[in-house]
């Protein structure tokens, strides 16, 4: 939708006609609301622009680069921030992320970890689902030897409405590679996430 030809074009103006549409169903007088007048386009197009804007936009372009042996040591990058969106309220998801790494034979900038983040992050999904593709992300980046990742997350589908439980927050976490069958290594990551502030 954030490119230029007509049929993205086409769909953002019809994406705002039905959002006109769904108020005014819902008994706005939209129209005819000074503080509402533009609500269905600004809705859209900060769908497109910012909330979703992972689904719209390609990947951030990362570069990778050969790692020396003074760099062979598992690292914890994060809090990243998270911001994403429930994909069956619609939602916000709000929280925090941690990725641990133990590379294989390239390194990833650390500055890149939060562009990856975001770029997942920004979509309706599930948080299971954001987890996990960061997940593969990272490993199809760097092919490191080892990556877990930790999302803690509110999520305002349950403590904006539904059951009002204000303070709940999920958890969730993954891991690959090594970190599955070499315990020490498992440990250690264990321990950089949560000395950085996450929980797995």
Known sequence: MKSNDNGHKAKTHLAIRHMGEVLTALGFDWKNDASMKSTPARWVRMMVDEVCAGSYDPPPRITTFPKDD??????????????????????????????????????????????LCDWVMRRPQMQEEATA????????????????????????????????????????????????????????????????????
């Open 70 to 115: 003074a760099a062979d040591q598992i690292y914890v990058v994060g809090p990243l921030s998270v911001r994403s969106l429930c994909s069956h309220h619609l939602l916000p998801v709000v929280g925090k992320a941690w990725v641990c790494v133990w590379p294989g034979s390239r390194l990833v900038g650390l500055s890149k970890f939060a562009r």
């Open 133 to 200: 593709q960061l997940a593969d992300e990272i490993e199809r980046l760097c092919a490191p030897r080892g990556v877990a990742v930790t999302v803690d997350a509110t999520h305002l589908c349950m403590t904006y409405r539904g059951v009002l439980h204000e303070h709940a927050r999920m958890v969730t976490s993954v891991m690959r590679g090594d970190f599955l069958v070499d315990e020490s290594a498992k440990a250690e990551a264990l321990r950089l996430i949560q000395q950085a502030g996450g929980r797995a």
